[in-house]
């Protein structure tokens, strides 16, 4: 721990690096708060989990096709002019999503589409800018610190949502969600690194990137995880959202562990097995979770069962970024992050939905018993797909070179 300890220490004392976590940090924050938000807002406005199920699905159709597609963009026409654009229609979606006079179930539909599509490439177009911020040797610990703080996003930013959804408004909360869209992009679209590095134009066809295994399987593993982290958001809420403030406070134990899961073994050594022995991880809490709702609906229980499914979120992270790093090149860098944020976006939407519709037709228990199904196929497709996962005990996980020279542009 002392030596992972004084490997971030180092990072965040590098040029840059701290400042320019903390803005995609926040500018990303609302990936993690609006299928919650949306789940909340609209089964607010329908009376039904399985309406708000239909608009995070047509949202999840949007990002598919974003991520991949804006990505590329920026190779063409650099990050800022993409990130402003895309923060700019996000940011009118979302309020439209939440302050429109009431819409028919089809309107939200389109405007959660148009959401989905417009999601900004802030994921990509970070990871792109990571390796020209450090050497190779300070590359994998600087995926594991990312990881870690993209548990903030995935797990913490729900706190915040579920409780001023519940306690004030799912207006308020949606709005809250385009404050850090706004706030954040601008920080994040500002920052001098976002400037000075130019993404390359890549010479293949859209999506060829997904033909290197280690992209698929981070792409694939990391839609499963994320799904199953929103089915238990989700569960979480149905169980205690209605009128206390218990449901914050177990999705805040959850962070605090995913966050000292990440901090703590994050930076261990990605061998061919490092994938699946963290999602057996994840599999075995959701599945005591799952069984502590069936059996006592225990809070304190619970908690145990979230501290256990929480520990290995952010090193599994770590991981899907190391092995894509290592398997493209710099050129097919933010195309490759951008399917693997893609496979993120859809498992949160998918996620919340599928648990939407089994909280409806059984109950809280519905939504653990996705998050368990999600998080043991989570497991089984590293295991047998295991040839896709690299050995990079040793090696270097930054991107192999273009063979042409990489412009940097003065900020």
């Known amino acids: 721990m002392s030596s992972s300890n004084g490997s971030y220490a180092d990072l965040l004392k590098t040029p840059g690096v701290a400042r320019i976590i903390a803005a995609q940090l926040t500018a990303r924050f609302p990936s993690g708060m609006l299928s919650l938000a949306y789940l909340l807002h609209i089964e607010h406005i329908f009376q039904s989990y399985g309406a708000a199920g239909l608009v995070l699905a047509a949202t999840s159709v949007g990002q598919a096709i974003a991520g991949p597609l804006t990505s590329r963009w920026m190779g063409k026409w650099g990050m800022r002019p993409v990130l402003i654009l895309t923060t700019v229609v996000a940011a009118l979606s979302m309020a439209t999503m939440a ?30 800018i990571y390796p020209k911020m450090v050497n190779s040797r300070q590359l994998s610990p600087l995926f594991s610190l990312d990881a870690s703080a993209q548990e903030i996003i995935w797990i913490a930013a729900p706190v915040l949502v579920t409780f001023v959804s519940v306690q004030i408004s799912t207006q308020l909360g949606i709005g809250i969600a385009i404050v850090f869209l706004i706030g954040g992009g601008a920080w994040f679209i500002s920052s001098p690194e976002v400037g000075r590095v130019r993404i390359p134009r890549s010479k293949r066809k859209l999506g060829v990137v997904l033909t290197r295994p280690p992209v698929l399987l981070a792409t694939v593993v990391g839609f499963l995880l994320v799904g199953s982290c929103s089915a238990i958001e989700a569960g979480v809420v149905a169980t205690f959202g209605e009128g206390g403030p218990e449901a914050g406070i177990m999705l805040a134990i959850w962070a605090v562990a995913s966050l000292a899961g990440g901090l703590s073994f994050g930076h261990s050594p990605i061998g061919p097995w490092a994938l699946a022995r963290r999602m057996f991880v994840v599999f075995i809490g959701a599945a005591l979770a799952t069984g502590v709702i069936l059996l006592v609906e225990n809070f304190w229980l619970l908690a145990i069962a979230l501290v256990v499914a929480g520990l290995c979120i952010a090193p599994a992270l770590a991981v899907m970024f190391a092995i894509v790093s290592a398997s493209v090149r710099f050129s097919d860098t933010a195309e490759a992050y951008g399917w693997v944020g893609t496979g993120q976006l859809i498992g949160a939407a998918a996620g919340s939905a599928l648990a939407g519709v089994l909280i409806d037709a059984h109950g809280e228990i519905g939504g653990f018993i996705i ?32 063979t042409a020279p990489i412009p940097v542009q003065p900020s």
């Open 99 to 128: 302050f429109a006079p009431t819409l028919p179930l089809f309107g939200y539909m389109i405007v959660g589409f148009i959401g989905g599509l417009s999601q900004p490439p802030v994921q990509p177009a970070v990871r792109t």
């Open 371 to 402: 998050a368990a199904v999600f998080a043991l196929v989570g497991f089984l497709v590293p295991v047998v797909f295991r040839r896709a996962h690299p050995d990079l005990r040793g090696k270097d996980a930054s991107p192999v070179p273009d």
